[in-house]
């Protein structure tokens, strides 16, 4: 029973009513209990002072005890039944008058704590519980004081009982309105709990449908509380689940064309190792008929992979394997299930291009050797020339240290360059960035390339903006940049020519460019432009004295400053190279 959502929801409705009931009427009683009580206790202490105002008078000198007994009898009908007793004591607690002389008779020594109080000349007050009669009462002591000497005191007994009765009365009706409240909170429990749990019990069965693979439930919305938003995420989910599984069905189809017609073979293996899946593209690299069963092809792979595929493999393995005239790279990686061997997935992939631009990156170590090579060559042979006895010849020493002084240098360039492009490509150089204007290192660059170009005959014109943002660069890798782009502006441009120069900033970013009048670039060269070692007339590089580097690096440091470098040119009208450089916002 107590497993229904109902029953529960019922009790605790019960008992959280039944808590705010207690609490609240725990607290009421208590605050109602201290209210009286303390209303009392003034009432009691203003009548222990009027009595004890008009009775001073009475105990300076003489005490008049007869006036004050005939006194306090009469002040006493005033009161009752307030207070039960009254007595009038002396400094010493010995009674002077009393209201009920058969329990305080004149001449009685009272000692209660309240009267050592009062006799201090503090008001006393307690309140006990007399055993005799089961009746609480409160004991008053007022000192009665001329200046600050104690005279007597006035000691008022009074009963509490009407206090406790309207409390207990109290405690009658809260009792029956808990009972009331309880009652009309099991009653509109049991109705609010029906109305949630219907619904719920319906949502249950159709889930069940669901479960069992019908997927068009609907349920009738009622409401639009939570209740109704439940059943309107249901009929969602019903929807949204359908929807799924048929997109499901549609990845499942699509996955299955995108193995069938990609380029790279697919094995799938089970955890015993026999083959669950093929797709065309292994069997073409394997060079295995399609009709072949799944047993040929898992013999095929392990005479071929040499795999025993049963053993179960933790991670990723990669395997090179040679088909014939095709290189396979094969990736074997495991699948995994809740932490279990589910089987694997072979990866068949075609890298005999790949072996083949190897071949060309090989190709251009040597190239980079031939370009060391050839001077090394010279020297050797001019070398070689003067140690047969040419350096006795003055001029023709001179002409031959000269041809070995300038190939040491091209060599020197040739290996200098390799390696920055080398500790650039391996992210090896440190970059020493600070916020600095391109205008100045652009300035710098432009002066120290001006004696080259007036050597030639090349004029220099430049438009620089001094006042353009500052950009987070090294302020040296970017003059080595523009130093590199200028020379070959120098370089590929005849004596009579001109070289502009030009920095300016717009969205963000500062723009420098480097124009030439040069012999400019064919348009299909272009797009190799930036590739090392290459050059558009390697016969005519040679002549200018380029390493075919220079280029290469340059967009490399601009690339590590998240820049851009791009070429425009024209043959026989000339070059135009700008740098793009991101500004500091």
């Not at 995994?336 to 631009?357: C, M, N, W, Y």
């Not at 090349?458 to 438009?463: G, P, Q, S, Y």
């Not at 943002?469 to 020379?487: R, W």
Request: include cysteine.
């Amino acid at each position: 029973m107590l497993k229904s959502i109902q029953t529960k929801l019922v009790i605790i409705y019960i008992l959280l009513i039944l808590l705010a009931m207690e609490f609240v009427g725990v607290y009421l009683l208590q605050s109602l209990e201290k209210y009286h009580i303390k209303n009392f206790s003034t009432y009691l202490n203003g009548q222990a002072q009027i009595i004890s105002n008009l009775l001073s008078r009475y105990l300076r000198e003489e005490k008049k005890i007869e006036e004050i007994q005939v006194i306090v009898k009469d002040y006493i009908k005033q009161i009752s039944p307030t207070v039960e007793c009254m007595l009038v004591l002396d400094d010493k607690s010995t009674v002077i008058a009393s209201t009920n002389e058969e329990l305080y008779p004149r001449g009685k020594k009272v000692l209660q704590p309240e009267l050592v109080k009062a006799s201090f000349g503090q008001v006393g007050e307690e309140i006990r519980m007399d055993s005799t009669k089961g009746t609480r009462y409160e004991y008053l002591a007022y000192p009665i004081k001329d200046n600050n000497r104690v005279l007597g005191i006035v000691y008022l007994i009074s009963p509490m009982e009407s206090i406790y009765d309207t409390l207990n009365e109290i405690k009658t009706i809260l009792f029956t309105a808990t009972l009331i409240a309880l009652l009309i909170t099991g009653f509109l429990g049991y109705s609010l709990s029906k109305t949630i749990t219907g619904p719920i019990q319906e949502v249950t069965n159709k889930a069940a449908l669901l479960a069992e693979g019908n997927f068009d439930q609907k349920i009738e919305v009622k409401s639009k509380d939570e209740i109704g938003k439940l059943t309107e995420m249901f009929n969602f989910l019903a929807g949204r689940l359908k929807e799924t599984l048929e997109q499901i069905s549609e990845e499942k189809n699509k996955m299955e064309a995108i193995f069938k017609n990609m380029a790279d073979g697919v094995i799938a293996l089970d955890k015993d190792g026999e083959v669950i899946y093929v797709n065309p593209a292994a069997f073409r690299l394997l060079e295995i008929e399609e009709e072949n069963s799944y047993e040929t092809l898992g013999q095929r792979l392990r005479e071929d992979l040499k795999l025993n595929l049963k053993n179960e493999m933790e991670a990723q393995k990669d395997l090179m394997v040679k088909i014939n005239n095709s290189i396979l790279k094969v990736i074997i990686a495991p699948m995994k299930r809740e932490d279990k061997s589910a089987g694997f997935i072979l990866i068949l992939h075609d890298i005999t291009k790949e072996q083949k631009l190897e071949e060309m990156r090989r190709e251009f170590v040597a190239n980079v050797s031939h370009e060391l090579r050839t001077p090394l060559t010279t020297i050797k042979s001019y070398t070689e020339t003067l140690l047969d006895g040419a350096l006795k010849d003055d001029q023709v020493s001179w002409q031959f240290l000269n041809v070995i002084n300038e190939e040491a240098d091209r060599m020197t360039r040739i290996v200098n360059d390799l390696l920055e492009l080398s500790r650039l490509d391996n992210k090896e150089v440190r970059f020493n960035k600070s916020a600095i204007n391109l205008a100045y290192v652009l300035s710098s660059a432009v002066s120290k390339m001006r004696v080259n170009a007036d050597k030639k005959g090349v004029k220099l014109f430049w438009e620089i903006k001094e006042d353009a943002p500052l950009c987070f660069a090294d302020s040296d890798k970017m003059e080595q940049v523009f130093q590199n782009i200028l020379s070959n502006a120098i370089k590929y441009t005849p004596s009579g020519g001109s070289i502009t120069v030009r920095l300016w900033d717009e969205d963000n970013y500062v723009f420098t460019s480097v124009k030439d009048t040069g012999i400019g670039i064919p348009k299909e060269d272009l797009p190799r432009i930036f590739e090392r070692f290459y050059r558009v007339d390697k016969t005519r590089s040679r002549e200018f004295g380029g390493t075919g580097l220079g280029l290469s690096i340059a967009k490399e440091i601009v690339k590590a400053h998240e820049g851009e470098i791009e070429i425009k040119s024209e043959v026989g009208k000339g070059t135009e190279v700008i740098v793009k450089i991101p500004a500091i916002v």
